[in-house]
């Protein structure tokens, strides 16, 4: 298993991109649909970052950085 390729072990069908300007709560959302814990970050085609579900917790809300609430809800 340790010898396996990531490519190999990637599920296809459960990975996510989004553009940079995403809201946090849009990442959530589609992290839960896909039943996911990262999403990658692009910008023009190219990997600019990985925004994961630590990120939203310790980044966004234990900072108080949810500045627009109502948007979870949307």
Do not use: Q
């Amino acid at each position: 298993m340790y010898a396996a390729r990531i490519s190999e072990v990637m599920d296809r069908k459960r990975r996510l991109v989004a553009a940079r300007e995403t809201s946090v709560a849009r990442a959530a959302k589609l992290m839960a649909k896909k039943n996911v814990g990262a999403i990658m970050v692009v910008e023009d085609k190219r990997l600019v970052g990985i925004f994961t579900e630590r990120d939203a917790v310790f980044r966004v809300i234990a900072e108080g950085r949810d500045r627009a609430p109502r948007a979870w809800t949307r």
